[in-house]
């Protein structure tokens, strides 16, 4: 597909992450991981980064995955990468997969997070 057709596409996705149902919300997350960097733009990584804070575990855990394969460019990567480490949560699972998302991105700055969860 063309890079404006994905546009649209992730435009009209990132709307289904304000559904009421937690699982039309994580099927979007879902479509924008496989959009990998063609929804890289900063209006819908900032949305994805919104479902950080959902109400419902698994909505969290996804827009975690989707940020990891998303990503964002240069200007956005601090940002997305930040937003990822404060949503180090108790759970294990959660744990490990914001620590697969910051090494997807490579986020560098936070690289001692990783150490310290390997101890």
Do not use: W
């Amino acid at each position: 597909k063309s890079a404006a057709a994905y546009e649209g596409l992730a435009g009209d996705v990132t709307q289904l992450l304000y559904d009421q149902s937690p699982e039309v919300r994580m099927a979007a997350c879902q479509v924008l991981t496989d959009m990998g960097e063609a929804a890289a733009e900063p209006d819908f990584v900032n949305e994805v980064i919104e479902r950080l804070r959902d109400d419902h575990l698994g909505v969290r855990r996804m827009a975690i995955i989707a940020l990891g394969r998303i990503g964002g460019g240069e200007n956005i990567r601090q940002d997305v990468s930040n937003e990822l480490a404060a949503a180090m949560e108790g759970e294990v699972e959660t744990q490990t997969l914001v620590l697969q998302s910051l090494t997807q991105i490579g986020a560098e700055n936070h690289v001692h997070m990783v150490a310290d969860m390997l101890q």
